[in-house]
């Protein structure tokens, strides 16, 4: 969809757009209606201010437990346009910055260039084009992402933020886990989704990480026709996320278990994840998926992976004892009610390892926010004899956890994720910490 408004950049115009927004929803919240009106005009809001703010909006459109129960439906319906295309950028504005990063004018450096978008997100939009191939005669068909014109200031102006920064914070973890190194990761790894040569690394590392796996697609990147704010790879195809919800058991189950296989794999055995598992960056074709977006990805450090491969091993063997240990190390926990809260929830996100096969239901991902929110209001009763802090990256990892199982959820097929680990489990010995 197209709005014709300029991207707000200034911090103080962003937070007044938010917190009208805000009040809205909340004044909906405190009446008996279903929220449509509220919810149509957050998520015009959202997709005006695009950045934080749009990630914030595309999350309440797929992540279950995030919006109230009563007014999900309408929340879903007015944010799925928000989470399939935010408002698009002007093509002279796309066009200049295009030839700016790239230095020669969009007809020399494509053989065809679309000028709407086919898809637009929080940071950029993404065009279609073709360009001249290195051998042969075929035009090489690709996907063009250009940031929107404006959206590093306003980016900086939400990460200065600290209400838009809560907003994105707030649904994983409490106010006294968000301490000052969390949130400087949380600005950083933000930060990073500004540079698409960085982008471009991490695809490629990805490619590594599943070098040989056939039901694991990833594009090409094109480096000449790429820079720190254009992005160009090959052109997929494939079905979107709505069709491969219609799909049938058979496909869904193939699918479930390859988007399990890429998270884990890549945690479990190369210490990295991608922590942004919105549903408009899948494609779904016969047999694999077409993974798109790589603009957020986390590092994990070795102690985080050592303990981590001690839980999954003994949720493998349904050793509760064995992982409540390994839990207690990987945060390094205090005995308390806090510890037996987090291990209770950390333990409950494990439930498709320790019973298999297994269906992720909506139902069972939405018991996953409300078990962290009851963790967070632990947190804050807890006095200083059992608190103990979260690990850096717990914003992301449980970014992760609820959009991925979220995801699962719709895909609605019950699979063994135990056995798809088991598979690349040998793959650790080779990488040992």
Same mark, same amino acid.
């Given at each position: 969809?197209?709005?014709? !408004?300029?991207?707000?950049?200034?911090?103080?115009?962003?937070?007044?757009?938010?917190?009208?927004?805000?009040?809205?929803?909340?004044?909906?919240?405190?009446?008996?209606?279903?929220?449509?009106?509220?919810? !149509?005009?957050?998520?015009?809001?959202?997709?005006?201010?695009?950045?934080?703010?749009?990630?914030?909006?595309?999350?309440?459109?797929?992540?279950?437990?995030?919006?109230?129960?009563?007014?999900?439906?309408?929340?879903?319906?007015?944010?799925?346009?928000?989470?399939?295309?935010?408002?698009?950028?002007? %093509? #002279?504005?796309?066009?200049?910055? #295009?030839?700016?990063?790239?230095?020669?004018?969009?007809?020399?450096?494509?053989?065809?260039?679309?000028?709407?978008?086919?898809?637009?997100?929080?940071?950029?939009?993404?065009?279609?084009?073709?360009?001249?191939? =290195?051998?042969?005669?075929?035009?090489?068909? #690709?996907?063009?992402?250009?940031?929107?014109?404006?959206?590093?200031?306003?980016?900086?102006?939400?990460?200065?933020?600290?209400?838009?920064?809560?907003?994105?914070?707030?649904?994983?973890?409490?106010?006294?886990?968000?301490? +000052?190194?969390?949130?400087?990761?949380?600005?950083?790894?933000?930060?990073?989704?500004?540079?698409?040569?960085?982008?471009?690394?991490?695809?490629?590392?990805?490619?590594?990480?599943?070098?040989?796996?056939?039901?694991?697609?990833? %594009?090409?990147?094109?480096?000449?026709?790429?820079?720190?704010?254009?992005?160009?790879?090959?052109?997929?195809?494939?079905?979107?996320?709505?069709?491969?919800?219609?799909?049938?058991?058979?496909?869904?189950?193939?699918?479930?278990?390859?988007?399990?296989?890429?998270?884990?794999?890549?945690?479990?055995?190369?210490?990295?994840?991608?922590?942004?598992?919105? %549903?408009?960056?899948?494609?779904?074709?016969?047999?694999?998926?077409?993974?798109?977006?790589?603009?957020?990805?986390? %590092?994990?450090?070795?102690?985080?992976?050592?303990?981590?491969?001690?839980?999954?091993?003994?949720?493998?063997?349904?050793?509760?004892?064995?992982?409540?240990?390994?839990?207690?190390?990987?945060?390094?926990?205090?005995?308390?009610?806090?510890? +037996?809260?987090?291990?209770?929830?950390?333990?409950?996100?494990?439930?498709?390892?320790?019973?298999?096969?297994?269906?992720?239901?909506?139902?069972?991902?939405?018991?996953?926010?409300?078990?962290?929110?009851?963790?967070?209001?632990?947190?804050?009763?807890?006095?200083?004899?059992?608190?103990?802090?979260?690990?850096?990256?717990?914003?992301?990892?449980?970014?992760?956890?609820?959009?991925?199982?979220?995801?699962?959820?719709?895909?609605?097929?019950?699979?063994?994720?135990?056995?798809?680990?088991?598979?690349?489990?040998? =793959?650790?010995?080779?990488?040992?910490?």
């Amino acid at each position: 969809m197209t709005d014709p !408004k300029k991207l707000p950049e200034g911090r103080l115009g962003r937070l007044a757009r938010l917190a009208g927004a805000g009040l809205r929803v909340g004044a909906s919240a405190l009446g008996d209606s279903d929220g449509a009106s509220a919810a !149509k005009h957050a998520a015009e809001v959202f997709g005006t201010l695009r950045g934080l703010a749009a990630k914030v909006g595309q999350m309440a459109s797929y992540v279950d437990g995030v919006v109230p129960e009563g007014q999900r439906a309408a929340y879903e319906t007015a944010m799925k346009g928000l989470r399939a295309a935010a408002p698009t950028s002007s %093509p #002279v504005e796309i066009r200049r910055l #295009v030839e700016e990063e790239l230095g020669a004018p969009v007809d020399r450096l494509f053989l065809r260039w679309d000028e709407a978008p086919i898809a637009s997100a929080s940071i950029g939009q993404v065009h279609r084009a073709a360009i001249a191939p =290195e051998s042969g005669d075929e035009p090489i068909e #690709v996907a063009v992402k250009v940031q929107h014109p404006g959206i590093v200031k306003a980016l900086d102006a939400d990460l200065a933020n600290a209400g838009i920064l809560q907003m994105v914070v707030g649904s994983v973890v409490g106010k006294r886990f968000k301490t +000052k190194e969390q949130l400087e990761q949380v600005r950083q790894r933000f930060r990073e989704e500004l540079d698409y040569r960085l982008e471009a690394e991490r695809l490629e590392s990805f490619h590594r990480f599943h070098r040989g796996d056939r039901t694991i697609v990833m %594009p090409r990147v094109h480096a000449h026709r790429s820079s720190t704010r254009v992005l160009t790879t090959d052109f997929m195809h494939g079905a979107s996320f709505d069709d491969a919800c219609a799909a049938p058991d058979r496909e869904r189950r193939a699918w479930a278990e390859t988007l399990w296989r890429f998270v884990y794999k890549a945690i479990l055995v190369h210490r990295h994840f991608n922590a942004d598992p919105h %549903p408009g960056n899948y494609l779904f074709r016969d047999g694999s998926v077409v993974f798109l977006d790589f603009g957020c990805v986390q %590092p994990v450090p070795d102690h985080n992976i050592r303990w981590a491969r001690v839980m999954h091993r003994a949720a493998h063997q349904r050793d509760v004892q064995a992982f409540a240990n390994g839990f207690m190390q990987l945060l390094q926990a205090k005995p308390g009610l806090l510890a +037996k809260t987090a291990v209770a929830y950390t333990r409950r996100c494990f439930e498709p390892l320790f019973h298999r096969p297994y269906r992720i239901t909506r139902p069972y991902a939405a018991s996953l926010v409300e078990l962290a929110k009851e963790m967070a209001l632990e947190a804050r009763r807890a006095d200083d004899s059992e608190f103990f802090a979260m690990p850096e990256d717990m914003v992301f990892m449980n970014r992760l956890q609820f959009g991925f199982y979220s995801v699962l959820a719709r895909l609605d097929v019950e699979a063994d994720y135990a056995s798809v680990e088991r598979g690349f489990w040998p =793959e650790t010995e080779a990488h040992p910490v």
